[in-house]
């Protein structure tokens, strides 16, 4: 408790305040239409909402502390008419430029109504960043905010379905719901999924940060979630479908039509809570999604089953059913709850919890034929986050949040470790030969993991003059990290079969670390200019040990009285810059720069915890409490420039210079033979590229909105793997590390969006998603030699089309909607994982070598036969969805 007050108290000193971009502001200038002389004190109200302002007496105005969302803006004076402006977007950490041009007026009540354009050249932009609005996602062809997350420009989703920004590893990106971190800081993995239904505002920031975001390398995933509606709502959606696919011969039973297996239901309500005189808002949501996945076993053997394969005393035992069981099916539940309280017009306090409970499992084509005897996976998350926003002024507010989470894995086939079903870990052994399937055994992996995060932060925002906003901040942070990796008993003993996670884990182990930080950050925007300016300060401590002496790091042989020592607190200071200058009415052009530093995922500091070494020669990971910061250097240059009314374009180069990230180093022990790998700071990279956006914003005309972004990017280092030393010195023989940069895994030069979208509720409403991704690399090799150097080749391209269509039907305050999507229009069979000999999914040269082989089992054929090397075949939903509205001030509602 000492140690959390000093480094309480040494951000206290450092820095008073701290702001998180969760909301936008809206300014602009009020004009006489006539003269076009400035008008001062006019007042200026956001339409059903207790903000507002009026103007100065050059006619400027400025309202902050505004939700992301749609409203409606209105301008008022006596002797004008009175101005009123829909469909103003506000973003998160954006400013919204209006003006306004009053005509003066005789008579009172008279008002002008007009609907604002969204604007294509965000001037005030000094990095590269996407926001997706809760409209917007409605309109697409999307089932989760992964889906989201994946149609932006800078993401390469890779081979295993982890998300890359901007050549980083996966670990890279940061996940922020309402300002809180939702990352996961064992893995650096989001932590808590929600439904994407229940986002306001889904921001990408891919380019440099603002000093405001710390612990990230690669981009930033900041969601807003819905606010409270002022009127009463209601609205429940329900679809089903299956997978409609040709390919009979790769997804075994996939012809076998059940609209039952994928279906979705989900509900919510929102609006004031009764007899509290809307003093008090409520948004509630759930929803319950399963699918059974496209990728089947067939119950030819039971777990119990037992065979051998020895041609003196050949049998084996067959008792299945031969009946399909789906490997890869997954069961979804999530739950939101959001509470506000208007205390006063300048006082709001909001609860918000967001969970979800998954059951899901990973395709293991071993278990083909023995589908009951691989594990599942049973995870849930939480988080509360509380949030008093308070408004001292026009010009100067504050939040106080609070927030705890929880996120739970565990991993077994039998909840009991000594559940009488396990079987004989021997079944494990009995393989006809290396491409042969299971034919019985049960997997005795039991893994228990959980995160616990407690966090408080202080945030203020002051628009100190017309030019200055500043932002400044600190935050603290409270980690409880648990895992146990145990094996399953047979018949109360343990097997004799080595197990590396249950031996890195040591059993178990809980560790605590803490983090601290504090920023300051001034956006200046002047006539012809913005400037971002931040700095950033980090404090870590692992509050854990490291050995002294590397050669005997469990201190068994030694046996020395100071055998280990405390790891190094971590402190980093960090400069932040982005420039943005107009060079037109209509275009601005943007430099940023910006050092950055992350922690590596804590997995990595407490890996084998114990300081074991197994004998027997390299087995052994082990974790290093003392791994310093991983760095980044960004810089980025960027121009948008509006091309016609309703067309703009944006072009951004950057670079991304990687230094300190994680690695292995293989140490000897006194013991002869025995050695193990350390986790360090030692591997580096190198990300260049640039990204071309077209955007083309609906007309009252065509109702159609476009996107499209291409991305050329080059993602080079020594190393994709943190663990690739590790296992290039356990190869036979072993193989010499990269002294040289070399593709990394998800190095994909050529990346294409395409978005399309007509929205006309009278007729239709359509959404298209086209996507193109050149081939990832692989490493050529024949019966496990490498035939040339680490991921020389590449793997097929692949491209993927989606589709949404809706129609509206409305009678009075109901509206419902009946919809279609289609996922993988075209049922293209897109290889995401290949052969190293021949460089495709569909076949191998090992066929050459084994010649005939003869199998009890399986046939070859049927071993190389990987519909898990494919992406998902087609699938088709179809549903309705009903929504009761009582009345709304736009689209945040």
Excluded: C
Excluded at 22 to 37: H, L, M, P
Excluded at 194 to 200: E, P, T
């Amino acid at each position: 408790m000492k140690l959390y007050i000093k480094s309480f108290l040494v951000l206290l000193i450092f820095l008073e305040f701290s702001f998180a971009g969760q909301t936008g502001k809206i300014a602009g200038r009020v004009t006489d239409a006539s003269t076009g002389e400035s008008l001062a004190g006019v007042n200026i109200i956001l339409e059903g909402y207790p903000l507002g302002g009026s103007t100065d007496i050059d006619g400027n105005y400025i309202i902050l502390n505004i939700k992301p969302g749609i409203y409606t803006l209105i301008a008022q004076i006596i002797g004008y008419r009175e101005v009123r402006v829909t469909n103003v977007r506000v973003s998160i950490d954006r400013t919204t430029h209006l003006n306004f041009k009053l005509k003066s007026t005789l008579l009172e009540g008279e008002t002008i109504t007009v609907e604002a354009e969204q604007p294509l050249v965000q001037k005030d932009l000094t990095a590269t960043e996407a926001s997706v609005s809760a409209r917007e996602i409605e309109a697409i062809p999307v089932e989760s905010m992964q889906d989201v997350l994946s149609l932006q420009a800078g993401i390469v989703k890779d081979a295993q379905g982890e998300f890359h920004v901007r050549g980083g590893r996966a670990s890279e990106v940061a996940y922020l719901v309402d300002g809180v971190s939702v990352t996961d800081p064992f893995s650096g993995k989001l932590a808590v999924n929600m439904d994407q239904n229940s986002i306001q505002e889904l921001k990408l920031v891919s380019g440099t940060f603002n000093a405001e975001y710390g612990q990230v390398m690669s981009g930033v995933v900041e969601i807003v979630t819905k606010d409270p509606s002022d009127k009463f709502r209601a609205g429940i959606t329900s679809y089903y479908g299956d997978y409609l696919s040709a390919h009979k011969d790769l997804f075994y039973n996939i012809d076998d039509l059940n609209p039952l297996s994928i279906y979705n239901l989900q509900t919510y309500l929102s609006g004031p809570v009764p007899f509290m005189r809307n003093k008090v808002g409520f948004y509630f949501s759930v929803r319950r999604s399963y699918n059974d996945g496209w990728l089947y076993g067939q119950r030819r053997f039971n777990p119990s089953d037992s065979s051998k394969f020895d041609p003196n005393s050949f049998y084996m035992e067959q008792t299945g059913d031969n009946k399909p069981v789906p490997m890869n099916f997954s069961s979804r539940n999530y739950g939101n709850l959001k509470l506000l309280f208007r205390i006063s017009p300048v006082i709001r306090l909001s609860y918000n919890f967001l969970g979800n409970q998954f059951h899901y499992r990973y395709y293991n084509h071993l278990y083909k034929y023995n589908p009951e005897g691989d594990v599942s996976n049973y995870e849930y998350a939480f988080t509360n986050i509380l949030n008093l926003n308070h408004t001292l002024s026009p010009t100067t507010f504050y939040t106080v949040k609070l927030s705890y989470y929880y996120f739970d894995l565990k991993t077994y086939l039998y909840k009991d470790l000594n559940d009488p079903r396990y079987v004989n870990p021997e079944l494990l052994r009995n393989r006809e030969d290396a491409y042969s399937f299971l034919t019985g055994g049960t997997n005795l992996f039991n893994l228990h993991r959980s995160t616990a995060v407690w966090q408080g932060k202080f945030d203020i925002t002051s628009q100190i003059n017309k030019r200055h906003q500043l932002k400044a901040g600190f935050e603290f942070k409270r980690n409880s990290l648990f895992i146990r990796a145990r094996e399953a008993n047979y018949k109360g003993k343990k097997s004799n079969i080595f197990n590396a996670e249950v031996f890195l884990f040591g059993g178990q182990y809980r560790q605590n670390p803490v983090e601290g930080a504090a920023y300051i950050q001034d956006k200046i925007e002047l006539e012809n200019m913005t400037l971002n300016i931040g700095f950033r300060y980090d404090y870590f401590d692992s509050r854990y040990k490291v050995p002294i002496d590397l050669r005997d790091p469990s201190n068994k042989l030694r046996n020395s009285k100071k055998a280990y020592k405390p790891a190094d607190k971590k402190n980093q200071f960090s400069p932040r810059l982005g420039i943005a200058f107009p060079i037109s009415s209509r275009g601005v052009i943007h430099v940023s720069y910006g050092y950055f530093f992350q922690i590596p995922p804590y997995e990595y500091l407490y890996a084998d915890p114990k300081f074991a070494v197994a004998p027997g020669g390299l087995n052994t990971l082990m974790g290093n409490a003392n791994l310093n910061p991983q760095s980044t250097v960004i810089y980025e240059v960027g121009i948008q420039q509006q091309l016609t009314d309703n067309l703009g374009i944006d072009i951004t180069g950057f670079n991304k210079d990687v230094r300190d990230l994680l690695g292995t180093n293989i140490y000897e022990t006194y013991t002869l033979g025995d050695r193990y790998a350390r986790y360090e700071n030692r591997d580096y990279g190198n990300i260049r590229g640039i990204t071309i956006s077209l955007n083309k914003r609906p007309s009252r005309s065509d109702h159609v909105i476009i996107s499209l972004d291409y991305t050329y990017q080059i993602a080079e280092g020594n190393a994709s793997d943190p663990n690739q030393s590790f296992y290039n010195n356990r190869a036979d023989p072993p193989k010499e590390s990269n002294i040289q940069v070399v593709p990394l895994n998800w190095d994909q030069r050529h990346t294409v969006n395409l978005s399309v979208s007509y929205n006309n509720p009278k007729i239709i409403s359509l959404g298209l998603i086209g996507q193109f991704q050149s081939g990832l690399p692989y490493t050529p090799a024949v019966q496990s030699m490498e035939t040339t150097f680490e991921n020389s080749g590449r793997k097929p391209f692949n491209y993927n089309v989606d589709l949404r269509m809706a129609k509206e039907f409305i009678v009075g305050k109901y509206r419902f909607t009946a919809f279609m999507k289609v996922y993988n229009l075209f049922d293209r069979k897109n290889e995401l994982n290949v052969y190293n000999d021949t460089g495709r999914a569909g076949y191998s040269v090992i066929q050459r070598f084994l010649g005939d082989r003869a199998g009890h089992v399986n046939s070859l054929q049927e071993w190389l036969k990987r519909p898990d090397f494919y992406s998902e075949p087609r699938k088709v939903l179809i549903g309705i969805s009903l929504d009761i509205r009582s009345g709304s001030n736009g689209e945040n509602n």
